[in-house]
């Protein structure tokens, strides 16, 4: 009789907990929209390639940043070859599913679209940037990670 | 019995003996080339490869049908895709036109496109400085063979070769497109590099793709706003710098307007780094080291190789003339 009991409780607490999840379900089903990309931060070179062949050792990174702020204004510390070299404004072309981050220098420089990805990669959230700063034959990886202030 | 097991040794010993000279003559004949040693820039080079087929085919049901591809590697300035015309010249087969891969299309061995392809497999050859392409051409027609349908034919490439004067080894394949590029095969896919192949008359500094050099650029063709590496090859000849490890960059850069902008100092970003066998490298970002303003360009800079000093430099051909390199895209 007691077992009997027992049984009954499981199948109670398991019904229940079943009501729940399927609850669960149908809500997350009715929000699943993707978040605005939120890329604003500094961020520093973690890794940049040139054809594919790795100079992260070879050349200086470390004082690098690009700073992109709330505001949609962006800057750099230090310098390298990018596709722009003046502070200004950035847009991405699709601020859910971006594939180009736009760089509008003020004073009038010609803007530079830069190819984005944003893969995760030990829990940090990289920028994947790839550009042709120089010949249209050179491709450049830029990846960065956000400082951690 | 004894007699008998003899007896199946022997068999087996003819069956293999009889795979093995089907394996071996199975396919394509050895390639031979014939490249002309030198062309005016400009011209159109003619290229006539020379090869045959020996098909020995266990199962001839259904027959066994290709179409034959055609490759070949040239310095990229030449812009060959657009200048080359490909053709099959064969008195079996009949002569036809091939026509280029397109670049969407996935060699099926390897699944990279047809010129990544024949790059992966025979690389540059002989050749030191990289700046080569692989075009890759297929015949429109699939051809027929019957067992021991011994042919000889031939493919003649025509190219018009560019403005730049090089010294190069040119490289060539031939396959039958039903293998693909596997890696091991050698039946199916025949393969040369040419001797020495100079283009004369045309512009700029000779482009030595041979020789080992005492310092190269790469990319070969980049910008004032390219990373560029400069690499010194101090093992080739003896030289001023040839006793010491301690090895920097002096730079002198021109830009459009005329102005000159010079670094001289022996510091860190300077420094060549030495990757053994008496080889060093540095990595520059020549409007960052130069620090040419906003509103200039660089069209070309000279650098020489110093020791920490200063005093003993090192310029093109181990002279006191400096070594040069212009800014330029293909």
């Known amino acids: 009789m007691k077992t009997y009991r027992i049984s009954l409780l499981v199948c109670l607490a398991l019904f229940v907990l079943g009501l729940g999840l399927s609850g669960c379900n149908k809500e997350i089903a009715g929000v699943s929209v993707e978040p605005l990309k939120n890329i604003a931060g500094t961020w520093k070179v973690v890794q940049l390639t040139r054809n594919e062949e790795d100079l992260s050792e070879r050349v200086d990174l470390s004082a690098f940043r690009l700073v992109l702020k709330e505001d949609n204004t962006y800057s750099f510390a230090d310098k390298l070859p990018f596709v722009v070299s003046d502070p200004g404004t950035f847009s991405l072309d699709d601020p859910q599913y971006p594939f180009y981050l736009l760089l509008k220098p003020a004073g009038g420089m010609p803007e530079g679209k830069v190819s984005l990805q944003m893969p995760v990669k030990k829990g940090k959230t990289q920028l994947s940037m790839t550009l042709r700063p120089g010949c249209e034959t050179n491709t450049y990886r830029y990846t960065f990670e956000r400082v951690q202030d | ?330």
Not at chain 2, 107 to 115: C, Q, R, T, V, Y
């Open chain 2, 1 to 330: 019995m004894k007699k008998l097991l003899k007896n199946i040794k022997l068999v087996l010993f003819f069956a293999g003996l009889v795979l093995v000279v089907f394996l071996a003559n199975c396919g394509l004949t050895p390639l031979t080339i014939e490249v002309p040693s030198v062309v005016n820039a400009n011209e159109v080079a003619t290229f006539i490869l020379n090869c045959g087929t020996e098909p020995r085919i266990a199962n001839t049901d259904p027959p066994y049908t290709s179409k034959l591809i055609v490759g070949f590697m040239v310095p990229k300035s030449w812009k060959a895709a657009q200048n080359t015309t490909v053709e099959l010249i064969s008195s079996e087969k009949g002569n036809s036109t091939l026509v280029l891969i397109p670049s969407a299309e996935k060699e099926a061995a390897s699944g990279l496109a047809w010129p990544d392809a024949a790059k992966k497999r025979f690389g540059i050859g002989p050749n030191l400085l990289d700046d080569f392409e692989w075009l890759v051409y297929r015949s429109v027609p699939a051809y027929t063979f019957i067992n021991n349908e011994d042919i000889k034919f031939k493919v003649k490439i025509s190219s018009k070769v560019g403005s730049e004067n090089s010294f190069s080894r040119l490289g060539f394949f031939i396959l039958s497109a039903k293998e693909n590029l596997r890696p091991e095969d050698t039946d199916y896919t025949k393969y040369a590099f040419s001797n020495n192949f100079s283009v004369t008359n045309g512009e700029g500094d000779l482009v030595d793709y041979v020789n080992p050099q005492l310092a190269k650029v790469e990319p070969v063709k980049s910008l004032d706003n390219d990373f560029i590496s400069l690499n010194f090859d101090a093992g080739i000849i003896e030289t001023t710098l040839s006793n010491t490890d301690e090895i920097f960059l002096e730079a002198r850069g021109f830009t459009k307007s005329g102005q000159q902008i010079a670094i001289t100092t022996k510091v860190d970003k300077t420094r060549l780094k030495p990757l053994g066998g008496k080889k060093y490298r540095i990595d520059i970002w020549p409007r960052g080291l130069l620090n040419v303003p906003q509103n200039e360009t660089l069209d070309r800079f000279e650098y020489y190789f110093t020791n920490a000093a200063g005093n003993a430099k090192v310029g093109y051909g181990n002279t006191a003339d400096p070594f040069r390199y212009t800014f330029k895209c293909p």
